[in-house]
T-cell receptor
Framework: AQKITQTQPGMFVQEKEAVTLDCTYD???????LFWYKQPSSGEMIFLIYQGSYDQQNATEGRYSLNFQKARKSANLVISASQLGDSAMYFC????????????FGGGTRLMVKP | DTGVSQDPRHKITKRGQNVTFRCDPISEHNRLYWYRQTLGQGPEFLTY????????KSRLLSDRFSAERPKGSFSTLEIQRTEQGDSAMYLC??????????????FGEGSRLTVL
């Protein structure tokens, strides 16, 4: 089974609107962390937001928030007030504490912001 | 620029040749990671160093691949006898000794390999 599943290969959003990028995960490790990274066309992966498995509150970082539903094993990224510069690939990733230091990434979602 | 630096940014080689990529992490970061990303996919973990010690290796790291970090600073990733399936972006990342968000990585812009 896939550890991280991102079911939306591509998404369009109108500038200034909010958008939700989906991510589901699969693990039996009770201790894990979930991450979202942005990859613009330059290739550099940029950290956006982190959610620990024991965190009670949903994580927020500026215009980014993570909708963490532990029972459903989902960790959707919400971007509010989209900007043209948000156009990029977005990757969901997980670190399982029993699996060492590796991050497992999903296949990504390409977000395109329309002016 | 004090970010993660990778060299070369692009490499085109013929099948069977050896290639080497270099990564210079952020200076105070003792942890260094290599990932491989093929077109249209997410990055896949290859190996992890803490200081000069290579602590974790993926099964993806076949015996044609070798990574070193001799003095705990820069790292090299060598691919011997390249195959067309090695064509990918090779991403290096680093992280500091203590992290508020364990697993937050700082990535370089990658080295793109094309094997003809």
């Amino acid at each position: 089974a896939q550890k991280i599943t991102q079911t939306q290969p591509g998404m369009f959003v109108q500038e200034k609107e909010a958008v939700t990028l989906d991510c589901t995960y699969d693990t039996s490790d009770p201790s894990y962390g979930l991450f979202w990274y942005k990859q613009p066309s330059s290739g550099e992966m940029i950290f956006l937001i982190y959610q620990g498995s024991y965190d009670q509150q949903n994580a927020t970082e500026g215009r980014y928030s993570l909708n963490f539903q532990k029972a459903r094993k989902s960790a959707n990224l919400v971007i509010s007030a989209s900007q043209l510069g948000d156009s990029a690939m977005y990757f969901c990733a997980m670190r399982e504490w029993d699996a060492g230091n590796m991050l497992t990434f999903g296949g990504g979602t390409r977000l395109m912001v329309k002016p | 620029d004090t970010g993660v630096s990778q060299d070369p940014r692009h490499k085109i080689t013929k099948r069977g040749q050896n290639v080497t990529f270099r990564c210079d992490p952020i200076s105070e970061h003792n942890r260094l990671y290599w990932y491989r990303q093929t077109l249209g996919q997410g990055p896949e973990f290859l190996t992890y160093f803490q200081n000069e010690a290579q602590l974790e290796k993926s099964r993806l790291l076949s015996d044609r691949f070798s990574a070193e970090r001799p003095k705990g600073s820069f790292s090299t990733l060598e691919i011997q006898r390249t195959e067309q399936g090695d064509s990918a972006m090779y991403l290096c990342a680093s992280s500091p000794p203590r992290q508020a968000r364990a697993g937050e990585l700082f990535f370089g812009e990658g080295s793109r390999l094309t094997v003809l």
